[in-house]
């Protein structure tokens, strides 16, 4: 079955650094990648949408400038945390979808960031 | 606001007990539905979906799901837990009109009890 794979599955950090998260569709073409946002013993917040080839669509609150989104390809997109803060330690969870029309059923295993 | 509202934060049963979680979003045009779980330490899994046809939907380990349009609803049930079914279970839902973007429930921690 079609398969998201997330890397790395953890990551620490210092305050000021930039980390890079990647995502990839193993098996199909993604033209749509989202990325969510789960703190502790809550829920997903989706964060943005990525189209391959255009620019991504960010929700309401998310800095754009902070949380780079580079869809470069059909298999893969990235996340670049900038100059990341204590407060940007989360898990960060990737999902795929194989085409605009049906809604992602991939997700990713996700990222732990942890900035010290 | 598109928003998903799951009642139950934390749920504790004993097995062979049976299980409903609450679902109820609020958008007033098609949409497609989701369960997912998530068990300790793993990923999210997708437990079942309705896009369209029979509102009672069936998924893997036994659960199903029925989607009652006129009450905005989409509860999840297993008629027999088990103490493998202890997971964090999330509602999501995908506005028809809206790509893949999915807005997903707060979450209901279930403990299952052997």
């Known amino acids: 079955g079609a398969v998201v794979s997330q890397h790395p599955s953890r990551v620490i950090c210092k305050s000021g650094t930039s980390v890079k998260i990647e995502c990839r569709s193993l098996?199909?073409?993604?033209?749509?990648m989202f990325w969510y946002r789960q703190f502790p013993k809550q829920s997903l917040m989706l964060m943005a949408t990525?189209?391959?080839?255009?620019?991504?669509?960010?929700e309401q609150g998310v800095e754009k400038d902070k949380f780079l989104i580079n869809h470069a390809s059909l298999t893969l997109s990235t996340l670049t945390v900038t100059s990341a803060h204590p407060e940007d330690s989360s898990f960060y969870i990737c999902?795929?979808?194989?085409?605009?029309?049906?809604?992602?059923?991939?997700f990713g295993n996700g990222t732990r960031l942890t900035v010290t | 606001a598109q928003s998903v509202s799951q009642h139950n934060h934390h749920v504790i049963l004993s097995e062979a007990a049976s299980l409903e979680l609450g679902c109820n979003y609020s958008?007033?045009?098609?949409?497609?539905l989701f369960w997912y779980v998530q068990y300790p330490g793993q990923h999210l899994q997708l437990l079942l979906k309705?896009?369209?046809?029979?509102?009672l939907v069936k998924g893997i380990k036994g659960f199903e799901a029925e989607f009652i349009k006129s009450k905005f609803s989409f509860n999840l049930r297993k008629p027999s837990v088990q103490w493998s079914d202890t997971a964090e279970y999330f509602c999501?839902?995908?506005?028809?009109?809206?790509?893949?973007?999915?807005?997903f429930g707060q979450g209901t921690e279930l403990s299952v009890k052997p």
């Open positions: 990525s189209n391959e080839g255009s620019k991504a669509t960010y």
């Open positions: 098996d199909f073409q993604a033209t749509t």
């Open positions: 999902s795929a979808s194989r085409d605009r029309a049906n809604s992602p059923l991939h």
């Open positions: 999501a839902v995908n506005p028809y009109n809206q790509g893949g973007k999915l807005i």
């Open positions: 958008y007033g045009g098609t949409v497609n």
């Open positions: 309705y896009f369209s046809g029979d509102p």
